[in-house]
């Protein structure tokens, strides 16, 4: 197996198996506060990583449609990637 894919199967191993900081935080406040809490932690932690999701891809959006040198920029990361 090639060096690099092994490296890839551990990163996402390790990306799937441990819990991020939402969860941490959900756990915490289940600690804390009890049943009221834990129901409420997970849904706005969701509600701020959607909102997030969405202004950046709206911010994105806007700067590629009126900047056609960032269009590029992002062209150019894209085949970079694929490489």
């Known amino acids: ?3 690099s894919i092994a ?3 551990f990163v996402s191993f390790v990306a799937c ?3 991020g900081s939402g969860v941490l935080y959900t756990i915490a406040s289940g ?6 809490c834990v129901l409420a932690s ?3 932690t ?3 990583c959607s909102l997030m999701s969405a202004l950046s ?4 959006g806007a700067l590629i449609a ?6 590029s920029v992002l062209q150019m990361v894209s085949a970079l990637v694929l490489v």
Not at 31 to 36: A, D, H, V
Not at 57 to 60: F, V, W
């Open 1 to 3: 197996m090639d060096k």
């Open 7 to 9: 490296l890839y199967l």
């Open 17 to 19: 198996v441990t819990p």
């Open 31 to 36: 600690f804390r506060g009890g049943m009221k």
């Open 42 to 44: 997970p849904l706005g």
């Open 46 to 48: 969701c509600l701020g």
């Open 57 to 60: 891809a709206t911010g994105l």
């Open 66 to 71: 009126n900047s056609p040198a960032a269009y």
